[in-house]
């Protein structure tokens, strides 16, 4: 590759990053966080995950995991961020590398 062709496709990349990160609430982070850390699961288990790794959540936010997780998975399906098979979600390469780029939770284990 070019200079200028692997200078183009990094601006395109940073201009991609830059669009879902615009697009990434706090909720849609903590979905992919979950998923990065707790493999692929249904979403009631995406929202378990959640209320594990954050034990001070309060009651009220609690109740309200399920709807949230559900509200933030298509649109992170959209930014093919996450991929849902037979109920099962996982997050993509692309959602592991958005969450490294924001200097996240890497994707890895342990």
Do not use: Y
């Not at 909720?27 to 249904?42: F, H, N, Q, Y």
């Not at 093919?80 to 780029?101: M, S, W």
């Amino acid at each position: 590759m070019t200079p200028t062709a692997r200078s183009s496709a990094t601006s395109r990349d940073h201009e991609h990053f830059g669009r879902i990160a615009g697009l990434m609430t706090s909720s849609r982070r903590a979905v992919l966080e979950a998923l990065a850390e707790c493999g692929p699961m249904t979403a009631a288990q995406i929202a378990d995950c959640w209320k594990d790794r954050d034990p001070s959540l309060r009651p009220l936010v609690v109740q309200a995991l399920p709807s949230m997780v559900s509200q933030s998975l298509w649109k992170l399906d959209n930014l093919d961020l996450v991929r849902a098979v037979d109920k099962v979600v996982a997050i993509t390469a692309l959602g592991r590398q958005h969450l490294g780029e924001e200097g996240g939770h890497d994707g890895t284990s342990g």
